[in-house]
Nanobody
Framework: QVQLVESGGGLAEPGGSLRLSCAASGSIVSIGAMGWYRQAPGKQRELVARFLTDGRTNYADSVKGRVTISRDNAKNTVSLQMDSLKPEDTAVYYC????????????????WGQGTQVTVSS
């Protein structure tokens, strides 16, 4: 059973920091792109930050300079350090990864974590 498990959400004050972590576990042959998305109430899910397959990173314009994504390939984890938090960062944050789970195929499938709530409020 392959799964992505997130941790680290919670409540922070404006200007504060939170760190999210996501661990991929199960029968994993290799991991392609991996990153974080978020969905605020009444809005569509949007990219926050991700690693592309070639190791480059993408950041949403709204978080550039405030958010840093990091990855530990040995542990199959990806983390999101969020600083200078704003109320508009309030959302459910989802980990996403493209996983190859069988040596009999070369393709990757998209997996999602269950989501972790981030609330920024004074």
């Amino acid at each position: 059973q392959v799964q992505l498990v997130e941790s680290g959400g919670g409540l922070a004050e404006p200007g504060g920091s939170l760190r999210l972590s996501c661990a991929a576990s199960g029968s994993i042959v290799s991991i392609g792109a991996m990153g974080w998305y978020r969905q605020a109430p009444g809005k569509q899910r949007e990219l926050v930050a991700r690693f592309l397959t070639d190791g480059r990173t993408n950041y949403a314009d709204s978080v550039k300079g405030r958010v840093t994504i990091s990855r530990d390939n040995a542990k199959n984890t990806v983390s999101l350090q969020m600083d200078s938090l704003k109320p508009e960062d309030t959302a459910v944050y989802y980990c996403n990864a493209f996983l190859r789970t069988s040596t009999r195929t070369t393709g990757y499938e998209a997996y999602w974590g269950q989501g972790t709530q981030v609330t920024v409020s004074s």
